[in-house]
Nanobody, 126 residues
């Protein structure tokens, strides 16, 4: 059974930085992507970023491009999300997601992912 455990959330002022971590256990993810999504109160879950495990190729939502960086440590089976220049609109619960490859969909679609972490709260004060 795959488990994803996020950490690193918290309260930060506008312009500040946070680094989220997601430790995966139970399997490795080969050629598949791992992603970060977020959900703000009253809003739908939205794609933030994804990285393909083997190649390291990454993709970002326009809203975070240039501010957020996703990376992975293959040896530690861990994905990181470095968030800089944070804005109040970045406030949300952030979820790490992984796919078994059994589902279809694009890296930016939550439908692709069948494993989810419990989420970590990020709050950016103005």
């Amino acid at each position: 059974q795959v488990q994803l455990v996020e950490s690193g959330g918290g309260l930060v002022q506008t312009g500040g930085s946070l680094r989220l971590s997601c430790v995966a256990s139970g399997r490795t993810f080969g050629a598949y992507p791992m992603g970060w999504f977020r959900q703000a109160p009253g809003k739908e879950r939205e794609f933030v970023t994804a990285v393909y495990w083997n190649s390291g190729r990454s993709f970002y939502a326009d809203s975070v491009k240039g501010r957020f960086t996703i990376s992975r440590d293959v040896a530690k089976n861990t994905v990181y999300l470095q968030m800089n220049s944070l804005k109040p609109e970045d406030t949300a619960v952030y979820y790490c997601a992984a796919t078994s490859g059994r589902r279809s969909g694009s890296y930016y679609s939550s439908n692709l992912y069948d494993y989810w972490g419990q989420g970590t709260q990020v709050t950016v004060s103005s």
